[in-house]
């Protein structure tokens, strides 16, 4: 079996639902409060291992209750969390939600996951060199994201690069990442004052910009390819990146037409959002397969 590993954060998201947001100053009733498992690394990582795929973990989380938590929840979703280290000199990363309007505005406290640094890359990259694909994002510091791209670069091992939360990047990095899948506000962070058309074919099929309801598109090599998005009525959409890019990642691996890898990750994004909280939704492989919009002639088996 082709093996993931996701480097990255682990979170406790505290939700709060609400149809009036508070202006500054402003008090507010909301209608509920939920605490669920986050992070954009664990998200992927659950994602993926729903859909079948050997996944392991590896990053931070801090020597409190939620961290122990964070950890049991990846394990129970069967990702491996042998590289998963509590640390004592911060607290498990954490982030506040305000779910409004079916939409969601997110302030992340990294905490424990800012303790995944050059210092400690170098540390674990020996546990690295197992992987068919390493999967990352931006919820921990760019320098060691960077060494990371470097390292797997130099190993051979393709990077899925999912960069967000949208922060800059050395541009030097984008020749060595396998796969980047920017939504259209990172993309703009990346590639100021581009066009998208000419950003896309300058590389094919390998950036990914994902367009919210409209899905997703890339260059083939010949011309743009838009894969539509799966249209449903969305209860949190949450997460939904992550569950795109966890299950990009299961498309990738299996070998399929980069086209048919993104139709299955815009369908079981589609599923996600009808769940509450980030991995509420996040489908199993039979789950797609008993979906009727899944379709055999993708080739994921
Ligand atoms: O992408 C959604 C995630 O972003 C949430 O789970 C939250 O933890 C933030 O990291």
Redesign the pocket.
Known sequence: MNKIIVIG?M?T?FVVTTKVKPNQGETVFGEKFDTNF???GA?QAIAASRLGAEVAMLGHVGTDRFGNEIVENLNVNGVSTENVEPVTHSPSGA?H?ILHENDNS?I?IPGANNALDLARFSEIKGNITEADLVILQN?IPQEANEAIIDWCWEAKIPVLYNP?PARKLNPRMLSKVGYLTPNEHEFKLLFPNQKLADVLAAYPNRLIVTLGAKGAIFHNGKSEVLVPAFPVAAVDT??A??TFNGALAVGILAGVPLENAIAFANLAAAISVKGYG?QGGMPTLKEMKESPLYEEAWGIK
């Open positions: 954060s979170a998201d986050g992070g954009k998200n982030a939600i997110i992340v919820e967000a949450t997460g990146g992550d980030a």
